[in-house]
């Protein structure tokens, strides 16, 4: 039976082996990797070139999961995601031909690059596990993941994303730029690989990782942590400078995602620093703040980084109780 030290032992050999192609992204990979074993979809938002979509296909290598990659364009369809049923002149009926959402890592490049409608047929995929294309459902294979990105800085030709869709995300989590040794040790490592491209050993495969998402289940969070986690959402509702402050979802989310760091640091118990590593990832992009911090240049993050500092932490000990 899986356990979470298997959940530590495989998650440190899946960032590990990742690690052999991305440079110095200790703490990105392992966010991914959170949000991966607590079963939600990822957007990667960050500047062009920091390896957002070769962090995915990696992800994908050492996983042995199923995957499949939309580029996301304006002239892109909601039936180029979902499919459509197609008409068989021989047997005179139409059938169902699946498109590429029907996979286990979906992979949604420049998610914000397509218009509203198309975003929109990702929407019940996201949260549901399923697609309905004239009236009837197709269930989707777990695990069904979708990890999006998009460029912060980049508007014209785009789409920001609505709340709704936003909200679908369990984290939102950037890469950043690799320090100068860092960028050495990837120019080094690509002159040892004489190619572009890359290849990694796959570590899991489907059923295994099913098997480590099912043993995160079986973390521990103490009342006094699903108190922090209350009072850390209900926070987000009461400041001034939020518009509209995070749902339920939002404190779920940072739950889910405390629950699978502390199995990959081999705990079966959740404790404060779980939920302080993965609120301002869980809860930013899920604030709605005053046009005037938007102008500012204030984000989400920002505020949750400062409801953080203002909520008092419980003792380290209070997540080992029960």
């Known amino acids: 039976m899986t356990d979470v030290h298997d959940v530590a032992v495989t998650g440190d050999a899946i960032l590990t082996e990742i690690e052999r192609v991305v440079v110095g992204k200790r703490e990105t990979l392992e966010l991914l990797l ?34 499949r990659r939309i580029q996301f364009t304006p002239d892109l369809l909601p039936a180029d995601i979902t499919g459509s049923a197609i008409f068989d002149q021989r ?11 029907f996979t286990n890592l979906l992979l949604g490049d420049e998610i914000n690059r397509t218009p509203p409608k198309t975003q929109a047929a990702l929407l019940e995929a996201m949260a549901e596990h399923q697609v309905t294309v004239d009236g009837v459902s197709h269930g989707l294979a777990p695990p069904f993941i979708v990890v999006a990105t998009q460029n912060p800085i980049e508007y ?17 989590i950037a890469v950043g730029y690799p320090t100068g040794d860092e960028e050495a040790e990837i120019l080094r490592r690509r002159v040892e690989r004489r190619s572009d491209a890359v290849s990694l050993d796959r570590i899991v495969d489907r059923p295994t990782l099913l ?8 973390v521990h969070i103490d009342d006094t ?17 939020v518009l509209v402050g995070a749902s339920p979802r939002g404190s ?33 992009h899920r604030l709605s703040l005053r046009p005037e911090l938007w102008v500012r240049g204030v984000r989400g993050d920002d505020v949750v980084r400062a409801i953080l500092d203002s909520v008092p932490t419980p003792p380290t000990e209070a997540g080992r109780a029960g």
């Open 34 to 67: 959170t949000g991966v074993l607590a079963g939600g979809h990822i957007l990667i938002e960050d500047y062009p070139g920091l390896a957002k979509t070769l962090i995915a296909r990696c992800l994908a290598q050492v996983t042995g999961l199923e995957f």
């Open 91 to 101: 047997a005179g009926t139409f059938s169902f031909q699946p498109g590429p959402i």
């Open 156 to 172: 014209e030709g785009t789409y920001p994303l609505p709340e709704a869709q936003l909200d679908r995300f369990l984290l939102r």
């Open 211 to 218: 098997a480590l998402q099912q043993a995160v289940e079986d």
């Open 225 to 241: 942590i699903t108190g922090y986690i209350v009072a850390l959402v209900a926070a987000t509702r009461e400041r001034a400078d």
């Open 252 to 284: 779920l989310a940072i739950m889910a995602a405390a629950r699978a760091r502390a199995a990959l640091h081999g705990r079966d118990y959740a404790v404060p620093e779980d939920v302080k590593r993965v609120a301002v990832p869980a809860l930013g």
